[in-house]
């Protein structure tokens, strides 16, 4: 049996599946909270959306990978998602561009730049230097769960699955290869900002190509690790696609009242 996103794209009625899984977030049980009293689906709906609809394992933890795809022709081996989900698509519109947010580790990040010397003294004037630990650092992540360190994760396979939405209800998907771009083919700097008249280093670690932006590093801020891949370079995405509306009488069929009286049948009726 062949496997979606490992395999071959999803098809019309894959992909149709997984939007009507997530449209259902809508009902309140949605991590975003909107006016009115209803919810949008949040990261953690994605990531559980992903694995009902594909029939794939919701981690549910800090492991490295959020859903585990099994292998249907090894036992005990798995492919691995990282799933992404931010209010980025007008960005992306404007850029072309998808912003992934890869970890904000903080702690990890500067314990792994301490040992090669580097600390918040320094850190400015060794922009590569510290580029090259970041990107080393969420390799290494990604490789600890690898079948090459008796992992139960083929790497070759995995990917990184990315939602952007807007504000305006519109909703894209992407799939993007686990490989990061190497940190020495693009230039680095920390840019310059103008504070009391003067100018200085910024607080961020930008990466940039010649086609822009690729990495930013927020070291004293968060510590999270932002990545912006091209739309162009993604190995698949949707059509941009909206949650399908609910019906007007949902709450009456499918409410919170139906779901106890479903759930608990006997101990309602008491």
Not at 213 to 227: A, H, N, R
Not at 256 to 267: E, G, N, Q, S
Request: proline residues 4%.
């Amino acid at each position: 049996m062949s496997i979606p996103f490992v395999d071959h794209n999803p098809t019309q009625q894959e992909f149709e599946r997984f939007r009507l899984l997530l449209s259902t977030y809508q009902d309140g049980s949605g991590q975003q909270a909107i006016k009115g009293g209803n919810t949008l689906p949040g990261w953690r709906d994605f990531e559980r959306t992903v694995a009902i609809a594909f029939g794939w394992e919701a981690q549910e933890s800090k492991y490295i990978f959020d859903v585990l795809i099994p292998d249907t022709k090894r036992d005990r081996v798995n492919y691995g998602v990282s799933c992404k989900m931010r209010r980025t698509l007008n960005d992306t519109k404007r850029t072309g561009r998808v912003t992934l947010e890869l970890s904000n580790s903080s702690g990890k990040f500067w314990e792994r730049l301490r040992e090669k010397g580097i600390n918040q003294q320094n850190y400015k004037v060794r922009p590569l230097d510290v580029a090259k630990e970041l990107i080393s650092q969420e390799n290494e992540w990604h490789a600890e769960v690898g079948l090459g360190n008796q992992g139960r994760v083929d790497l070759t396979k995995s990917f990184y699955l990315a939602l952007s939405w807007n504000r305006q209800g519109e909703y894209q998907l992407f799939k993007f290869a686990l490989a990061l771009p190497i940190p020495s083919d693009l230039s680095w700097d920390f840019p310059l900002v103008v504070k009391n008249g003067q100018e200085q280093s910024g607080r961020h670690l930008r990466g940039v190509d010649e086609s822009g932006t690729i990495f930013e590093w927020y070291g004293e801020s968060g510590g999270q690790l932002k990545y912006y891949p091209l739309v162009a370079n993604a190995l698949w995405k949707s059509e941009i696609f909206y949650l399908e509306p609910l019906p007007l009488d949902w709450e009456k069929k499918h409410g919170l009242l139906v779901k106890a009286k479903d759930y608990f049948p006997k101990l309602w009726a008491e």
